[in-house]
């Protein structure tokens, strides 16, 4: 398949039908994913592929808790955990006691545990160079060594046949998560991401034209025009 057609087509896929010789296949799938970039070319990434049945069931539980918390923030209309206040996170801007008692059923997180291929997406902290440490704001610059490494197995995925998703509520039980897979304390938890045979195909993407993110010179300059040369 042609790259610009995956990615074009690589949308989130969360429900699955068993993938046949599964270990060779996403073998195949890192063994390309693993050329994305990462700052200094440290590649701090880990995957702990969790196969074991019972572990994936303690996973399931644990995102359904993360889960909880966020559509707890949805259900007030709020971003979950989103730096709101001055580019910071003040808080949690629920009640987090109150959250685990609410239910939320989703399909995705009921069955994540039937998922055929799970993946616990690891990040080193100390291979990360921060350059935008102590703006004052929520850092975002160190995502960028371990994400395109995480996006590049999601599009690996579809030019395989294969669909998936990339998540994160599961960073919310980060500490036990980390125990239960015995994750040394240097690393911390950047996502869970999930594969296998998508059971409906991929219909059209919802995204933003250029038009509406592109602006020439100024931020409130025009949009990029495609026949202006
Ligand atoms: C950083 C990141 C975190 C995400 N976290 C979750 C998550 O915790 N649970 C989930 O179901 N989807 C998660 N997603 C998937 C997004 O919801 C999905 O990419 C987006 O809604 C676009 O969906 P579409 O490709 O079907 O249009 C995450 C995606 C990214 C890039």
């Known amino acids: 398949m042609d790259l ?17 010789n599964a270990d060779r296949v996403l073998y195949d799938i890192l063994n390309v994913a693993r050329f ?24 399931r539980e644990l995102y359904s808790e993360g889960w909880k918390e966020y559509m707890a923030h949805v259900k007030k209309g709020l971003v979950p955990f989103a730096p709101i206040s001055n580019g910071r996170w003040d808080g949690p801007a629920i009640d987090l006691d109150e959250a685990a008692t609410m239910t939320f059923h989703n399909q995705y997180a009921d069955q994540l545990d039937q998922a055929p291929i799970l993946l616990l997406l690891l990040v080193r902290l100390q291979d990360l160079a921060c350059l935008d440490n102590g703006l004052g704001r929520q850092s975002i610059v160190g995502g960028g060594s371990i994400y395109p490494f995480g996006h590049n197995i999601l599009l690996a995925s579809r030019s395989y046949g294969l669909g998936g998703v990339m998540t994160t509520v599961i960073c919310r039980r980060e500490s036990q998560v980390k125990s239960l897979l015995d994750v040394p304390s240097e690393f911390a938890v950047a996502g869970l991401i999930t594969l296998g045979i998508p059971k409906k195909f991929f219909t059209k993407l919802t995204r933003m034209p250029v038009e509406e993110f592109t602006h020439i010179d100024k931020f409130n300059g025009v949009p990029l025009d495609p026949l202006s040369g």
Do not use: C
């Open 4 to 20: 610009l057609e995956v990615m074009a087509t690589a949308g989130a896929i969360r429900d699955y039908l068993d993938v046949p």
């Open 36 to 59: 994305a970039p990462s700052g200094g070319n440290r590649q701090p990434w880990r995957v702990v592929i969790v196969k074991d049945r019972h572990l994936k069931a303690s996973i």
